[in-house]
C-alpha cells in the first residue's frame, strides 16, 4: 500500500475576504507563503478554518490555480474538496491533482444523514472512477460535529482494502482521542492526523503522521518545536514544547475559532482586513478582541509576520 506524501504540521488555512466576500489573492498567498516559511509541511486550503463551505467552487478553483501560478509549490498542497455534490468534488479534485498537489482531503457529502456505509463508499468509489488519475491520494476528513455523518473505523479499511494506492490517510476532527487511537491501531501504513495539536503527542507516541491543526495559522513555529523535540529524543523540551504549544491552543478554544485566528491575525500584523469572516458567522466583538489579545500577552505570545502580511 502507498504512503501519503505528508507528514509534520499542516495548516488549515484562512481564507481573507475580498471585497466582494470571496478569497482576497495576494493576502491569501503572503499567508500561505509566510507559513511554509515558518515551518509548516503542507497547507490544507479550503478546508473549515478556511470557511470552505462559505466560497464558490469556482472561487476555490481560481485560487488554488493562482497560488500555484504565485509559486507555492503544488505538492505542498492537501485541497479540501469534498461537497455534497460528486460533480464538484470532482471538479475541485481534478485540478488538484493536474496541479500537482501531495494529496486532496475529503469531506464526506455531509448533507443527507443517516446515509449507509455503502453509499458512502460508492461516492468515494465514482470520484476515484471520474478523477481517473493514478496520482491521486486521497485524505479522508472526519469531522462529525460539523459534518454529522462521517468515515468509521469499518468504512477507513473497506476503501483501503479496495483503493490501497489511493486511500492513504485521514484527518481526525472528532475531538476523541480513542476514535483516533483505533484508527492507528487497526489500519496500518495509514497516515493519521490528529485535528488538533493537543493530540499531536500522543499520536507521534502511537504512529500518527503529525497533525492538521487550525491553530498552525498563528503558532507554526510552536507546533513545529513538538514535532522536532520529539524527533531528536529529547523528552524534557518535549514536554516543555508540549506544554506551552497546548497553553496558546487553550486560549483559543475559548472562542469561536475562525473569528478568533482572524482576529489574532489582523492585530498582530496590523491589517484589519484580516479579522473579517463570511455569514453566517460573526466577526469577534472589540471587547472579546480585547480579551483574546491579553490572554495572548500573559502567555507572552506573539506572531512575527515580518511584514509580510500587513
Not at 77 to 99: F, H, I, N, R, Y
Request: negative net charge; contains cysteine; glycine residues 10%.
Amino acid at each position: 500500500m502507498a504512503r501519503g506524501s505528508f507528514s509534520g504540521v499542516l495548516s488549515p488555512v484562512l481564507s481573507p475576504n475580498s471585497a466582494d466576500g470571496g478569497v482576497d489573492a495576494e493576502r491569501f498567498q503572503a499567508m500561505c507563503k509566510w507559513q511554509l516559511s515558518a515551518g509548516i509541511d503542507g497547507l490544507a486550503i479550503f478546508g473549515t478554518t478556511s470557511e470552505a463551505n462559505s466560497i464558490s467552487v469556482s472561487e476555490r478553483l481560481k485560487q488554488t490555480e493562482a497560488l500555484v501560478a504565485s509559486g507555492v509549490p503544488g505538492e505542498k498542497l492537501m485541497p479540501g474538496t469534498g461537497t455534497c455534490s460528486l460533480a464538484d468534488t470532482a471538479a475541485l479534485t481534478k485540478q488538484a491533482v493536474e496541479l500537482g498537489a501531495g494529496g486532496v482531503l475529503l469531506l464526506p457529502p455531509f448533507y443527507y444523514k443517516g446515509v449507509s456505509e455503502d453509499g458512502l463508499f460508492a461516492y468515494v468509489a465514482e470520484l476515484i472512477r471520474i478523477v481517473a488519475d493514478d496520482r491521486l491520494r486521497i485524505y479522508l476528513y472526519h469531522i462529525p460535529p460539523q459534518a454529522v455523518i462521517g468515515w468509521s473505523l469499518p468504512l477507513i479499511q473497506r476503501l483501503v482494502a479496495a483503493f490501497p494506492e489511493t486511500i492513504v490517510g485521514l484527518k481526525d476532527s472528532s475531538g476523541d482521542w480513542d476514535n483516533t487511537k483505533a484508527i492507528l491501531d487497526n489500519v496500518p501504513d495509514f497516515d493519521v492526523f490528529p485535528g488538533s495539536e493537543m493530540f499531536l503527542l500522543d499520536g507521534l507516541k502511537n504512529g500518527g503522521a503529525g497533525c492538521i491543526s487550525a491553530t498552525a495559522n498563528v503558532n507554526p513555529t510552536g507546533i513545529r518545536a513538538v514535532l522536532d523535540a520529539y524527533a531528536a529524543g529529547d523528552e524534557k523540551a518535549t514536554e516543555k514544547a508540549n506544554d506551552a504549544m497546548k497553553a496558546v491552543r487553550s486560549v483559543f478554544q475559548g472562542y469561536a475559532p475562525v473569528p478568533a485566528l482572524k482576529a489574532a491575525v489582523a492585530n498582530f500584523c496590523g491589517d484589519d482586513g484580516w479579522a473579517a469572516v463570511r455569514p453566517p458567522l460573526l466577526g469577534l466583538t472589540a471587547d472579546k478582541t480585547a480579551t483574546l489579545m491579553e490572554q495572548l500577552r500573559q502567555l507572552e505570545f506573539s506572531i512575527d509576520f515580518g511584514g509580510k502580511l500587513g
